[in-house]
């Protein structure tokens, strides 16, 4: 994984989702629409029928157990052939990382092969049946339905390409990631970071909060807490070496991390170790499932 990589997986990840319509159609002879651009992103998985799509000048004939992707602000075509049309589970959806649509910055292909899968009627039948629901478990569930659906589209390609180009500022950014995860043992200053961008320090922060959600520093703590609790869990160091490790003096650390986990890190250690040894698994069945 190129350097960098996990910050754009997880900021890729964290994309504001919000479903429009979901629903499964046996369309109409008059389902047609030519050149236009739509504002939101389709899917379409095909259960029966023939029909075809076109999607910035490329002309796809859909087959049965075929799931298509249709982006947002791309020129698209779509109609019946015959009588035989389609039946298909569909969805409508924004996607934005930042404000970007998801899929400027994410490559795929415009379909996968799923075939007969159960799985998929299930999920969008989920997402049907939840997207009916208004109350906020409903609305938690339609969440979780797309984005199991977008994770099985993704699972499907043969090949996924992260466009961290895509504008100057994220080109920008992408090298400040990359300078963060390489010199994250030592003390990094906003002025230093916004040098790497090339931007004024104010203008930097605004940047990188709005590409984030968080402060330079906050970004930088936090993952230095991650890699804190990786190397708690995964290697013999002390709590005085991990701390050094991640660039942290050790009262900070301590204090720092028991407000990200809630423990110290002494006790996260000790606890999460305890939870995963082999005695604990037994000890917690034994609870769940009394003789």
Not at 157 to 185: D, L, N, W
Not at 239 to 258: D, H, P, T
Request: charged share 25%; aromatic share 12%.
């Amino acid at each position: 994984m190129p350097t960098g990589e996990p910050f754009w997986s997880k900021y890729i990840a964290n994309a504001q989702l919000d479903l429009l319509v979901a629903a499964y159609t046996k369309v109409p002879l008059s389902w047609n629409e030519h050149d236009y651009v739509p504002d939101f992103n389709k899917m379409y998985y095909i259960l029966e029928g023939e029909g075809f799509l076109k999607i910035e000048g490329q002309v796809f004939y859909p087959k049965p157990g075929e799931l298509y992707l249709l982006p947002a602000g791309k020129l698209q075509s779509y109609g019946t052939l015959n009588e035989r049309t389609f039946g298909k589970y569909w969805c409508h959806f924004t996607a934005k990382a930042g404000n970007l649509n998801l899929f400027d910055m994410v490559q795929v292909p415009s379909f996968v092969h799923i075939g007969e899968a159960e799985e998929m009627k299930q999920l969008f039948e989920r997402l049907i049946r939840y997207s009916r629901g208004d109350d906020i478990a409903s609305a938690f569930r339609v969440h979780s339905a797309l984005l199991d659906i977008l994770a099985l589209y993704m699972d499907r390609c043969p090949e996924v390409r992260v466009q961290t180009k895509t504008t100057s500022a994220f080109g920008k950014m992408h090298k400040v990631m990359a300078y963060i995860e390489e010199h994250i043992s030592e003390h990094l200053t906003v002025e230093e970071l916004a040098q790497i961008a090339h931007f004024q320090p104010n203008y930097f922060i605004q940047r990188f909060k709005s590409l984030t959600g968080a402060s330079p520093i906050q970004y930088i703590n936090r993952l230095r807490l991650e890699k804190a609790a990786h190397q708690l869990l995964l290697s013999a160091l002390s709590v005085s070496e991990i701390a050094q490790g991640v660039g942290m003096e050790l009262s900070y650390f301590s204090r720092m991390f028991k407000e990200h986990t809630g423990y110290s890190p002494s006790a996260y250690r000790e606890m999460v170790r305890a939870a995963r040894s082999p005695q604990h698994r037994i000890d917690s069945r034994k609870k769940e499932d009394p003789l």
